[in-house]
T-cell receptor, first 114, second 115 residues
């Protein structure tokens, strides 16, 4: 069966420090991968998605970047965090192409920038 | 472009009450429709889905019917429990075989059930 894991689960970072959130998927090949952010009390905002190794699409201009160095690994990064980067970050995956693609989420990572 | 609109929350009900959370969508073609649930402090879990018109998704006592004529996918449950307290997200994914297919989420509806 397929599983998705992301880490760390919780982190507190000072303004201006770097960020690296990692996500891995097991049990499937060539998945679509996604990073979402959920600000406190708000809905989901799609940040990045990837359809293959090295392929990244950015949905919104921001202080963050994403990379996909391996088929089932997706990394969210920042060189210098801002206070507004605080939130709940969710990694997700779905099968490639086809209709009815269910998206499966990781456990989420709470980021507090202080 | 595709979009999802769901009713504003929070929704507060008493245990055993009937629940409806409205969701309407805008999309070209025949999207697939989903309801996800997020319990406090956790990621999102798929609750149910429907992939074509008139399909009914169901799980854990929740149901939603894909209504193309009204472009709706309302979530219902006949008798809610305190454990149903969570945030519910309606979502759609485009049809076809585009490798860039993405899933669009509504803004979420927070549900609180009183004992």
């Amino acid at each position: 069966s397929q599983t998705i894991h992301q880490w760390p689960a919780t982190l507190v970072q000072p303004v201006g420090s770097p960020l690296s959130l990692e996500c891995t998927v097991e049990g499937t090949s060539n998945p679509n991968l996604y990073w979402y952010r959920q600000a406190a009390g708000r809905g989901l905002q799609l940040l990045f998605y990837s359809v293959g190794i090295g392929q990244i699409s950015s949905e919104v201009p921001q202080n963050l970047s994403a990379s996909r160095p391996q088929d089932r690994q997706f990394i969210l990064s920042s060189k210098k965090l801002l206070l507004s980067d605080s939130g709940f970050y969710l990694c997700a995956w779905s099968v490639q192409a086809g209709s009815g693609n269910t998206i499966y989420f990781g456990e989420g990572s709470w980021l507090t920038v202080v | 472009g595709n979009s999802v609109t769901q009713m504003e929350g929070p929704v507060t009900l008493s245990e055993e009450a009937f629940l409806t959370i409205n969701c309407t969508y805008t999309a070209t073609g025949y999207p697939s429709l989903f309801w996800y649930v997020q319990y406090p402090g956790e990621g999102l879990q798929l609750l149910l889905k429907a992939t074509k018109a008139d399909d009914k998704g169901s799980n854990k006592g929740f149901e939603a019917t894909y209504r193309k004529e009204t472009t709706s996918f309302h979530l219902e449950k006949g008798s809610v429990q305190v454990s149903d307290s969570a945030v519910y997200f309606c979502a759609l994914s485009g049809n076809g075989y585009s490798s860039a297919s993405k899933i669009i989420f509504g803004s979420g509806t927070r549900l609180s059930i009183r004992p």
